[in-house]
């Protein structure tokens, strides 16, 4: 599906603005799911156009995720060199240091990482003993029960049972995402993290790409005049559009970079 015509008059109206930040969420929003986690790729030519964006005077770009930063630069391929920021594990980790520091308040504790090793010790015992075809994702400051390709009703069990085995673990927060239940000790999100990266950029204008439920936490904080929010998929949401998948969000950030190479934006105002 193409931009509709509320979102392509907003694309209109935000790239006309001086200092422009576009992030975008990257599972379910620029990478299609996969069954395994390492597999998902981003849609082809979407990174490129990113990259494009970000060499455009007053335009900053940034990928947001759940993913920890080292998986993010892996899978996204953007290397450490390049204009872009990559802000991981749901804004707890960041390579921008005016993120970092907006977000030093939810840094992971010595007491957190203990918590996260007692956990991970008792789901994956609760994985591998009661729901083997589940699967466990490690990352940084979480663990992940993947449950995507098996059957819903074995699916649901897993999920139910770690998350009543997580409650047992106080400090942990329980995040349901698609075919996934992510059990973290960070208190960082990404609504934090990215108004933070917005604050020190001068951004006059924000656009975010989302898709899941802590895509939610980006959107209720960019409520400005000239911010586009964009829930990509179904379910309710607090963005202002909409688009259906992937390659409409492939389309549409080229319409972004269309748009922003014709605005004639006074550099000097
Ligand atoms: O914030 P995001 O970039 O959207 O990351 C959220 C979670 O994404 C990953 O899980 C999702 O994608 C997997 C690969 O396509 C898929 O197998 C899974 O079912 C999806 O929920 C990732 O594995 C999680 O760690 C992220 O938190």
New binding site residues.
């Given amino acids: 599906m193409s931009a509709e015509a509320p979102l392509r008059a907003a694309i209109e109206d935000a790239v006309e603005v001086r200092s422009l930040l576009v992030a975008t ?16 790729r981003p849609w082809p030519g979407s990174i490129d156009t990113l990259r494009a964006l970000a060499d455009l005077p007053g335009v900053h770009v940034a ?6 930063l080292e ?2 630069r892996t899978l996204t391929g953007i290397a450490p060199d390049e204009p872009i920021v990559l802000i991981g594990s ?1 804004g707890a980790e960041s390579s921008d240091p005016a993120v970092r520091e907006a977000m030093e308040a939810a840094a992971v504790t010595p007491e957190d990482e203990q918590r996260l090793a007692e956990l991970r010790a008792d789901i994956s015992a609760l994985i591998e003993e009661e729901h083997p075809r589940a699967s466990l ?1 490690h ?1 940084a400051a ?1 663990v ?1 029960v ?4 098996i059957d819903r009703a074995e699916g649901d069990a897993a999920i139910a049972a770690a998350r009543e085995r997580a409650l047992s673990h106080p400090g942990v927060k329980v ?1 349901k ?4 239940l ?1 059990l973290t000790v960070s208190h960082a999100d ?1 609504g934090s993290a990215v108004t933070a990266l917005g604050r020190a950029v001068g951004a006059g204008a924000r656009f975010y790409f ?3 439920v ?2 939610e936490d980006a959107f209720v904080r960019m409520r400005r005049t000239h911010d586009v929010t964009v829930k990509v998929g179904t379910g309710s949401t607090a963005a202002r559009h909409r688009l259906d998948d992937e390659a409409a969000v492939a389309a549409c950030l080229q319409t972004v970079l269309r748009r922003r190479r014709a605005a004639e934006v006074d550099e000097s105002a």
């Fill in positions: 969420d990257l599972d379910g929003v620029l990478a299609p799911f996969a069954r395994e986690p390492m597999d998902a990928v947001v995720s759940g993913r920890d998986t993010l749901h994702e990352k979480a992940v993947h449950v995507r390709g995040l995402g698609k075919s996934v992510e990404k989302g898709d899941d802590t895509d």
